[in-house]
């Protein structure tokens, strides 16, 4: 059994809808509950320019309702999205082109919203290339279906997160499984021209984990997790990603991420951080992330200097970010709890207001 599937497979999950919560949270800012699910664990969450919630919970256990689904703020009820049709495969873990197989985040972009489906269900190896659904956010229909071509991806890998380089024409991806960064480069699919996808930094030590376990409430987890958490710098022209199991931070500028350039020798540590797991930027240039060890969300601000945002006990494994309206949301994956039957556990959608806004 390979990464974090000895931890998480088990259980059959039960779905129950939790209403909206409302409650401070111990340390400098205040988390506030969006909404929550019991049962089904959620690991990305993204917020669109119009406010709208999306949520998708992985392919790790039996019994999973969706793959991708949209939360209403007022109800704190998740519906299946774009429809209960595109969410089936789930059920079964049926490899078909039409639907979804395993998600593992969701990136609203713009008027799209990017489904990354690792292809590969509980970590048994990738069946078929792994790709990313993109959908019309104003007409709720499948655009387009980016698939990783054979250079992008190994039999092992389990492609993680995602950011969009509108500029540059690109979509960069960490490999959690098999170390290393994907590059998407987009073409022209509505003329029938396909995009290109291959590999840099490939089991190079940027991209491998520092060791293979983190320590959380005074127990090991044991796990070995490379390449996860990526954030993208669009003023300055700069990826910056990390280890999940690790403790370096490292960047490198977007010119040297094209496949005949020496990616290597153009990495940067930029600092020790605490083991994270997801990363965003904001309009500011600060770098926020999780210190999953120890229950909180940091920044580290353009001077360098890193704070923490949020902790306590409502921050339990926050897995991913996005931003909107001054406010960050993060996700609680409690991975470090779901080693079992997960029915009566709840997973949640949190926010807190960004610093000086």
């Not at 129950?16 to 929550?36: M, Q, R, W, Y």
Request: with cysteine; charged share 25%; aromatic share 8%.
């Amino acid at each position: 059994m390979t990464l974090l599937q000895k931890l998480l497979v088990g259980g059959t999950s039960t779905l129950l809808f939790i209403a909206n919560g409302h409650c401070a949270d111990t340390g400098p800012a205040a988390a506030e509950k969006v909404s929550a699910i019991r049962g089904v664990q959620t690991t990305g969450v993204t917020v669109t320019d119009a406010g709208r919630i999306f949520t998708n919970a992985p392919n790790w256990r039996d019994g999973i309702p969706f793959a991708v689904a949209e939360v209403n703020p007022d109800t704190g009820k998740y519906r299946p999205y774009p429809n209960a049709a595109m969410n089936r495969c789930m059920a079964d873990s049926t490899a078909r082109d039409d639907c979804f197989l395993a998600v593992q985040s969701v990136v609203a972009y713009g008027d799209k919203l990017y489904a990354l489906d690792t292809r590969n269900p509980k970590f048994q190896g990738v069946v078929d290339a792994p790709r990313i659904f993109v959908f019309d956010l104003d007409s709720n229909k499948l655009e387009r279906v980016l698939l990783l071509g054979d250079a992008g991806y190994h039999p092992d890998s389990y492609i993680n997160d995602l950011r969009i380089d509108e500029a540059a024409g690109r979509i960069y991806m960490t490999d959690s499984n098999h170390p290393g960064l994907v590059v998407y480069e987009l073409g022209q699919e509505e003329n029938g021209e396909k995009g290109k996808s291959y590999r840099v930094l490939d089991d190079h030590k940027s991209t491998r984990a520092e060791q293979d376990y983190l320590t959380i409430d005074g127990k090991r987890w044991n796990n070995t997790v490379h390449s996860d958490g990526i954030a993208l710098d669009l003023e300055n022209q700069r990826l910056y990603f990390h280890a999940l199991t690790g403790y370096t931070l490292y960047a490198i500028g977007t010119r040297h991420l094209d496949p005949d350039s020496d990616a290597a020798g153009h990495v940067r540590e930029v600092a020790k951080t605490s083991a994270p797991d997801g990363m965003i930027l904001d309009q500011q240039g600060n770098l926020y992330f999780a210190d999953l060890e120890n229950h909180k969300i940091l920044y580290r601000d353009p001077a360098g200097e890193t704070h923490v945002l949020v902790e306590g006990d409502r921050v339990r494994w926050a897995d991913t970010f996005s931003i909107h309206d001054g406010m960050l949301y993060y996700t609680n994956s409690r991975i470090h709890e779901a080693t079992g039957a997960i029915d009566d556990m709840e997973f949640g959608i949190y926010r807190v207001r960004l610093p000086e806004s």
